[in-house]
């Protein structure tokens, strides 16, 4: 477990940059864009690792709570929505303009169903870090107005809904061979 901590706080913590304007200026004013964007790479490949294999031999399996059985029955319908948001988020879609931050919000609802679906120690940590992370990271871009102009494409809505449902089936498929739990009917 503690792998999966250090991990979680190398990925999230690196991402929670943006949220603190002033801080993120003071990290590239003393190590130059070019070094701010490698740093930021390095560290979030490493704290991706972390969280992957700290997840993967965490031993931490105990309940905290049972298993909610909404969000475990409408968990298949919420991750084709997140995945959807998540592919929109870099998109000039009609959804990203009227969302504003879509990946935040597909991260919310993931982190959310899967919080409430697990109920393990180890699920808790890793989803409820994840959730918390999206909702302050919300209210921050919110309040900072981090919403950049564009003129939407209907072109890239369909590319990120199709993609979005590729990426969800795909997952889903795989669910039990990645994660040890089969999700839905037709996983492997």
Not at 43 to 70: C, E, K, M, Q, W
Not at 118 to 133: C, E, I, K, Y
Not at 153 to 165: H, M
């Amino acid at each position: 477990m503690v792998m999966l901590v250090i991990g979680l706080a190398v990925f999230l913590g690196i991402h929670l940059l943006p949220a603190f304007p002033p801080v993120r200026a003071a990290v590239i004013d003393s190590l130059g864009e070019r070094r701010y964007k490698a740093a930021f790479s390095l560290a979030s490949a490493i704290g991706l690792a972390l969280i992957v294999l700290g997840y993967a031999h965490s031993t931490a399996r105990d309940r905290l709570f049972a298993p909610v059985a909404l969000a475990t029955a409408i968990a298949p319908l919420a991750m084709c929505v997140s995945f959807v948001l998540l592919a929109a988020a870099n998109m000039r879609s009609h959804l990203r303009r009227s969302l504003r931050h879509p990946m935040l919000t597909g991260i919310l609802i993931w982190s959310g169903v899967h919080l409430l679906a697990n109920g393990d120690r180890t699920g808790t940590v890793l989803f409820g870090a994840f959730f918390a992370f999206a909702l302050i990271d919300l209210v921050s871009a919110v309040r900072r107005r981090a919403v950049r102009s564009f003129e939407p494409e209907l072109r890239f809505d369909l590319l990120a809904v199709g993609s979005g449902l590729l990426g969800a089936l795909a997952v889903m498929f795989f669910h039990r061979f990645l994660f040890g739990v089969r999700v839905v009917p037709f996983g492997i």
